[in-house]
């Protein structure tokens, strides 16, 4: 198995990293090959596919909602797990701030990706991608990062190279850098609305249904004191 990487050096993907590393408030750091963060699967190469199964990864949850969005790769299917659970049903009547309304209007969407992490996790890592890896995929990240008990700092800091990583995305794509900007005031102000309003990310999860134990099971299988 390949040694810890922060970035996966793929030919298909840019914006595709281990969230594993970071330090833990009360002891311990998130353990590496457990959670890959990601863009848009479908431009992944054969070889992509067996770097990532060597790395460890045994599942892909497919954050993306409408059908020409969501395109899964026929690589998977031989040698991992792909489930696609949408964490928006669709972009009608989207107002305010796009964080937000995720996990305002979409608790049960969310609850769905989390119970599956949890049925998930035991049988190795676990891939999740949107179409940029950006804000759907942050907005799990940054959930995952502080139930876990990693700094603010640290999310905010995971949060904002997506936007170094996307560069070639954005040529690949035609996009303008508006596009691809993953500014921290908008993870940061994401941060603070979950602790004002939901008490944090645990309660957050509780508060949408999810259990107690498949909370504990992610944190057993996501901290490590080695």
């Known amino acids: 198995m390949r040694e810890n990487q922060k970035r996966l050096p793929l030919k298909g993907a840019f914006n595709i990293r281990d969230i594993g590393g970071y330090p833990i408030i009360n002891g311990g750091i998130t353990k590496w090959k457990t959670f890959i963060r990601s863009e848009e ?3 992944l190469y054969e070889t992509d596919v067996a770097i990532l199964y060597d790395y460890g990864i045994r599942t ?11 395109q899964k790769n026929k690589n998977f299917a031989q040698m991992i797990e792909y489930k696609n659970i949408p964490l928006i049903d669709n972009y009608d009547n989207i107002t305010g701030h796009f964080y937000f309304h995720m996990i305002d209007n979409f608790k049960d969407n969310i609850k769905r990706i989390f119970e599956y992490i949890g049925e998930r996790i035991s049988h190795g890592g676990i891939l999740y991608n949107c179409v940029s890896g950006k804000d ?24 904002m190279v997506s936007e170094i990583y996307l560069k070639p995305f954005a040529e690949r794509h035609n996009l303008t850098p508006d596009k691809i900007t993953s500014n921290a005031e908008w993870i940061e102000q994401f941060i603070n609305y979950l602790k004002d309003n939901y008490s944090g990310a645990e309660q957050y999860l509780l508060s949408i249904g999810l259990s107690s134990e498949v909370i504990e099971n992610i944190k057993k299988n996501f901290i490590t004191t080695e």
């Not at 892909?60 to 969005?69: G, K, N, Q, S, V």
């Open 60 to 70: 892909t949850i497919d954050l993306r909602c409408c059908e020409w969005e969501a």
């Open 136 to 159: 759907r995929t942050g907005v799990i990240s940054a959930i995952l990062l502080l139930l876990c008990g990693v700094s603010e700092l640290d999310v905010i800091a995971d949060y």
């Open 41 to 43: 699967s479908q431009q």
